[in-house]
């Protein structure tokens, strides 16, 4: 097999290996990096905050099937935003609790535009600037 068709084959099939990956779960903190701030070491210490954690990450993907890419990619964003937030936390178990709280509330209204607004996208991106906008306050 020429090199050029072997590779174009490692390509395709990285490409597919990546798109089944894709479509799992992403894992929620990964508890032995050792890039760990004190609020992920509080978090991975904690089995509820632990749960917490795995279920937001897991309701943020159940959301890439159902938006565009666009909205996904800004529901990203804004998660690494509220996560800078949540680090003000430090080793704070009950601020960390509320964060999760708080995040839990907004995604079950960006939920709710998804299931019930007849203007889905409006609703979506309008929901997602207001928050946003309040994380950079």
């Not at 395709?12 to 903190?29: E, H, N, Q, R, Y």
């Not at 070491?41 to 904690?46: H, V």
């Not at 996560?83 to 009950?94: F, G, I, N, V």
Request: hydrophobic share 40%; with cysteine; glycine share 6%.
């Amino acid at each position: 097999m020429p090199k050029r068709v072997e590779r174009g084959f490692a390509a395709c099939l990285g490409l597919a290996f990546a798109c089944v990956a894709g479509s799992l779960p992403a894992v929620a903190l990964d508890c032995a990096a050792r890039w760990l701030g004190e609020t992920e070491i509080a978090i991975c210490r904690d089995p509820q905050l632990s749960r917490s954690e795995d279920q937001i990450t897991r309701r943020i993907a159940g959301f890439a099937r159902r938006i565009s890419f666009g909205q996904y990619l800004s529901l990203r964003h804004w998660h690494a935003l509220w996560s800078e937030e949540r680090s003000h936390c430090s080793l704070e178990r009950a601020c960390i609790a509320t964060s999760y709280r708080v995040q839990a509330r907004f995604l079950d209204r960006l939920q709710q535009c998804l299931d019930v607004s007849p203007q889905r996208r409006a609703c979506f991106r309008g929901t997602l600037n207001v928050e946003r906008e309040a994380l950079r306050r």
